[in-house]
């Protein structure tokens, strides 16, 4: 289990950088927004660990392939997040960030209250993402049902 915990932890870490630089960058960089982000970033490797967890357990090899490759290429997009932030509407992290923005703003919660706002943001933009993540995932699941042994659990830490 102690190496599934790394395993997420390092992919969610990985994962949230996009937007954690954006986070910082546009929000008051107090400790308590970062603290905020840093606790909802936390909130998403307990998530996947326990998901990994309940896979095994049930022996969804397939789908645990799966959802590994999905997270893979999900953070390899944030690659077009880093190298063309004039194009916005490609980027998952920018979409995901301006509609937890919005979100935010419609429950009334206020930049005044630094932790609640980030780490509210980032459970939104989190969700968002692992939404973009499953749908990756199940793209992967139907393209290797289609091709036998394209994916494995021999691939699987």
Not at 71 to 96: C, D, M, R, W
Not at 118 to 132: A, K, P, Q
Request: with cysteine; proline share 4%; charged share 10%.
């Amino acid at each position: 289990m102690s190496k599934r915990w790394g395993f997420w932890t390092l992919w969610v870490c990985i994962s949230a950088i996009a937007g954690f630089v954006w986070g910082v960058a546009l929000n008051d960089n107090s400790w308590l927004s970062i603290a905020g982000m840093a606790s909802g970033i936390g909130c998403f490797i307990i998530f996947y660990t326990l998901l990994d967890d309940f896979a095994r357990k049930n022996q969804w090899h397939r789908f645990i392939a799966a959802l590994q490759k999905g997270v893979y290429i999900k953070a390899g997009l944030q690659i077009l997040n880093l190298a063309t932030p004039i194009f916005p509407f490609i980027s998952p992290e920018i979409l995901a960030g301006v509609a937890a923005i919005y979100i935010v703003e419609l429950l009334g919660l206020d930049f005044h209250q630094p932790f609640l706002s980030s780490f509210v943001m980032t459970l939104i933009t989190g969700s968002l993402l692992s939404l973009c993540v499953g749908v990756i995932s199940l793209i992967v699941l139907l393209v290797s049902n289609s091709k036998p042994g394209a994916i494995t659990t021999n691939d699987m830490p």
